[in-house]
């Protein structure tokens, strides 16, 4: 039997890193999108570098999209690559449509006349509920996104649908909630929270500056949410899936559990600014994922306490050392949890 191949956009970043790990565990041959002109962060991947192919491309362009395609020839597209940061979306609400929304597009257009049988998975959002008109929200809730960011996910979503009854592909959309890790950037509000609580309990840093602190969201582990994606391209028909925990926190809450973990009192450190808030805030998302859950089997294994301690306590042993918090090192238990590599600057495991 041949190796199965497998494309990955976005497999710099955090969920791209995990698919990765888990893909390369399948048995496949994993192939990652990565652009030419970029000066690209490896570190989540490096140590995977050994085992992947890395084939360059664009999605501002479309010719090497199909380039990618024909040299990769996988039987699994996953597009894992945005624009997926709220705030810079306001900044550069164009940037991010092209990117995010039209990059799509070009994808799945490239996808029809180079590997028209191969199978797509499209990373939409919870941002996409935005101002949501239920809760929790599901498969069927309408949406109403309330950033540039959630509009062009929104768009992405729509036309994988439309290739999918137009054309026939094989084309799928996980709409996720948010997830999380010791290897998320630190310019999210979760990772933001437990890298600067870890800087200040080793007296690196004296506070944090922080938005609405009321916001409630269904906060889940990237890792978990991977295995999500892959089970949707193993189905007999494509179809759409929210991938949630059904349970939400506040930020208020995050702060207070990752500052706990620290040693420390979170209201002693933490200060809120009004400027951190979105032009239009989403203050509630949480999901039901009901149909995952009897479809795909799919259930998440990493609890919100369990997350957000392991990920100070990673912040905590990586805090002086220059970019991420060793996000290269993080891998997966067999039970889905961050475990320590072999290297000194793995991240801690979690408490038992």
Known sequence: MNQRRALITGITGQDGSYLAELLLAEGYEVF???????????ARIQHLLPRLHLVQGDLLDQSSLMRALSESRPQEIYNLAAQSFVPTSFDEPVHTAEITGIGVTRLLESMRHVAPKARFYQASTSEMFGHAHETPQRETTPFHPRSPYGVAKVYAHWITVNFRESYGL???????FNHESPRRGTEFVTRKITRAAARIALGLERELVLGNLDARRDWGFAGDYVRAMWSMLQQKEPDDYVIATGVMHSVREVCALAFEEAGLDWQEHVRVDAAFERPAEVHVLCGDASKARAKLGWEPQVGFEELIRTMVRADLEAAGEPG????????LSSRGLPSPSPSPSGTLPPRA
């Open 324 to 331: 991420d918090a060793r996000p290269s090192s993080t891998r």
């Open 170 to 176: 094989f084309a799928t959309s996980g709409i996720l």
């Open 32 to 42: 990652g999108l990565v652009r030419r002109s970029s000066s690209a962060n490896l």
